[in-house]
């Protein structure tokens, strides 16, 4: 054996047999009497209702100026669109007025008008040297 373990206290000697349970004596009790119910504090409700009715007075609000938002772009649309049927129409007018003038009849008119004469056959020039080929007048 170690000396450290020879010089330790020797362990008590274990008792043998039930433990008894220790006796208690009855404490006296107080009396019982009536305690009045804590008051209820209601609870502050009062900012939560006001944090709802700002968030829907909220929402009303922002849900009317989309509404008029839309309105007014619906009418601007619409006024777009007939100005665009307008514009289309017009258009369709200066077409159909260009496709009357631009007739082969209608300007030999008004070339004759404006003193102008048919051509005569044409005549072609070659290059330097070259004779001249066609049979052209010439009304100067």
Do not use: C, W, Y
Request: hydrophobic fraction near 40%.
């Amino acid at each position: 054996m170690s000396a450290f373990q020879a010089s330790a206290v020797p362990a008590a000697e274990p008792r043998r047999g039930p433990v008894p349970a220790p006796v208690r004596t009855p404490r006296p009790r107080p009396p019982l009497k009536l305690v009045p119910a804590p008051r209820r504090r209601p609870a502050r409700r009062t900012p939560f209702v006001l944090l709802v009715i700002a968030v829907l007075g909220a929402g009303l609000v922002a849900l009317l100026l989309i509404n008029t938002g839309v309105a007014q772009d619906s009418f601007q649309l619409t006024d777009l669109r007939q100005q665009s049927d307008l514009l289309q129409d017009r258009e369709e007018a200066l077409e159909q007025e260009v496709a009357r003038l631009s007739t082969p009849g209608r300007l030999a008119t008004e070339a004759e008008r404006l003193g102008m004469r048919p051509g005569a056959a044409p005549t072609f020039i070659q290059v330097p040297g070259a004779p001249i080929a066609g049979a052209g007048r010439s009304d100067r």
